[in-house]
T-cell receptor
Framework: RKEVEQDPGPFNVPEGATVAFNCTYS??????FFWYRQDCRKEPKLLMS???SGNEDGRFTAQLNRASQYISLLIRDSKLSDSATYLC??????????FGGGTRLMVKP | GAGVSQSPSNKVTEKGKDVELRCDPI?????LYWYRQSLGQGLEFLIY????????KSGLPSDRFSAERTGGSVSTLTIQRTQQEDSAVYLC??????????FGPGTRLTVL
């Protein structure tokens, strides 16, 4: 079983739609959590951290459920520019990150 | 400010040759990481440096792979006797004393 699991997609949604991605992690001792975004043939970039209380950054909302070892990302009012692969990332110890395989989002006009 | 830089951006080599990939981290970042990403796949951790030492080499796939970091800054990843399965994008990232990693643009390695 992979340490961080994501549905690879692709998720094809129209502009303006709301879309949600989920991620599960296997290590109950995981300490911190992130979503990274990776555009086609580009490097990953931090999108947002995920806090236990849930957090929002504009159209993006991230939530963490430690009991279920589950992380989510909600994107409201999807834009064409949101098309990318979204990587669920877990920090277990020190500064080491474990990356999920990514969920691909395609927003269509 | 300057981000993480990597060179070369693309490298095409013949099977059996050695290659050297370079990473320049963000100035002042003490931690440096190497990953590789095969086409359509997730990131595979290779090695981590804290300063000049490598406390975690667990991700290096074989003894053909080695890495060093000198002066707490530039790092090189060396692949000896390259094989076709080594073809991938090799990504370097750096960070301060927290998990937020900043990635370079990667080196796309093609082994013919």
């Amino acid at each position: 079983r992979k340490e961080v699991e994501q549905d690879p997609g692709p998720f094809n949604v129209p502009e303006g739609a709301t879309v949600a991605f989920n991620c599960t992690y296997s290590n109950s001792a995981s300490q911190s959590f992130f979503w990274y975004r990776q555009d086609c043939r580009k490097e990953p970039k931090l999108l947002m951290s995920v806090y236990s209380s849930g957090n929002e950054d504009g159209r993006f909302t991230a939530q963490l459920n430690r009991a279920s070892q589950y992380i989510s990302l909600l994107i409201r009012d999807s834009k064409l520019s949101d098309s990318a692969t979204y990587l669920c990332v877990v920090n277990n110890a020190g500064n080491m990150l474990t990356f999920g395989g990514g969920t691909r989002l395609m927003v269509k006009p | 400010g300057a981000g993480v830089s990597q060179s070369p951006s693309n490298k095409v080599t013949e099977k059996g040759k050695d290659v050297e990939l370079r990473c320049d981290p963000i100035s002042g970042h003490t931690a440096l990481y190497w990953y590789r990403q095969s086409l359509g796949q997730g990131l595979e951790f290779l090695i981590y440096f804290q300063g000049n030492s490598a406390p975690d080499k667990s991700g290096l796939p074989s003894d053909r792979f080695s890495a060093e970091r000198t002066g707490g800054s530039v790092s090189t990843l060396t692949i000896q006797r390259t094989q076709q399965e080594d073809s991938a994008v090799y990504l370097c990232a750096s960070s301060l004393a927290d998990p937020n990693q900043f990635f370079g643009p990667g080196t796309r390695l093609t082994v013919l």
